[in-house]
T-cell receptor, first 119, second 111 residues
């Protein structure tokens, strides 16, 4: 079974600075997807960024970028130019890329990292 | 609003009562998922539907839990004889392919 580990329960960053969140995972598969989701306080979870394991290029979405190290099974998220609205719980998630209809390709989540942004 | 919606947003019940939650997925999404999230933790998978067929259930889903998705549209999650340990956020997500989109969740408190 796949497992996802986020070793930082909480990270604090100054507004306009950069913060990096770590995520490691364990899998025997070679083809899979990795995601970062953001969950603001009392609000719904939204997708931040997605990475396909077969792509060597790291995904980027505006101020958010990832450092995907497949051999190390590491998938960190960098938030640049942090804004007050970035304060939230961030979850790393894994999904197999093999389309298994009976399994549904469920997400396996890490425990989350709380990001605090100081003005 | 064309996102995933869930109803109710909050539910307070007494131990032993039955509760039912509803999820309306994004209209063109054929896959629907239920997750449970306890305070300070990541979501854990409960069950999955492809269209109207329930194709996978987690071991977390005891026999007090039942889920349906009639006609492959909305889904309901029922918990019978609630226990204090059932207190959690229940999240619904839908997808067409790779990416799951989440609803706002239903927060259940069992007194």
């Amino acid at each position: 079974a796949q497992t996802v580990t986020q070793s930082q329960p909480e990270m604090s960053v100054q507004e306009a600075e950069t913060v990096t969140l770590s995520c490691t995972y364990d899998t025997s598969e070679s083809d899979y997807y990795l995601f970062w989701y953001k969950q603001p306080p009392s609000r719904q979870m939204i997708l931040v960024i997605r990475q396909e394991a077969y792509k060597q290029q790291n995904a980027t979405e505006n101020r958010f970028s990832v450092n995907f190290q497949k051999a190390a099974k590491s998938f960190s998220l960098k938030i640049s130019d942090s804004q007050l609205g970035d304060a939230a719980m961030y979850f790393c998630a894994y999904r197999t890329a093999v389309e298994i209809k009976a399994a549904g390709n469920k997400l396996t989540f890490g425990g989350g990292t709380r990001v605090l942004v100081k003005p | 609003d064309t996102g995933v919606s869930q109803d109710p947003r909050h539910k307070i019940t007494k131990r032993g009562q039955n509760v039912t939650f509803r999820c309306d997925p994004i209209s063109e999404h054929n896959r629907l998922y239920w997750y449970r999230q306890t305070l300070g933790q990541g979501p854990e998978f409960l069950t999955y539907f492809q269209n109207e067929a329930q194709l996978e259930k987690s071991r977390l889903l005891s026999d007090r839990f039942s889920a349906e998705r009639p006609k492959g549209s909305f889904s309901t999650l029922e918990i019978q004889r609630t226990e204090q340990g059932d207190s959690a956020m229940y999240l619904c997500a839908s997808s067409f392919r790779r990416t799951q989109y989440f609803g706002p969740g239903t927060r259940l408190t069992v007194l």
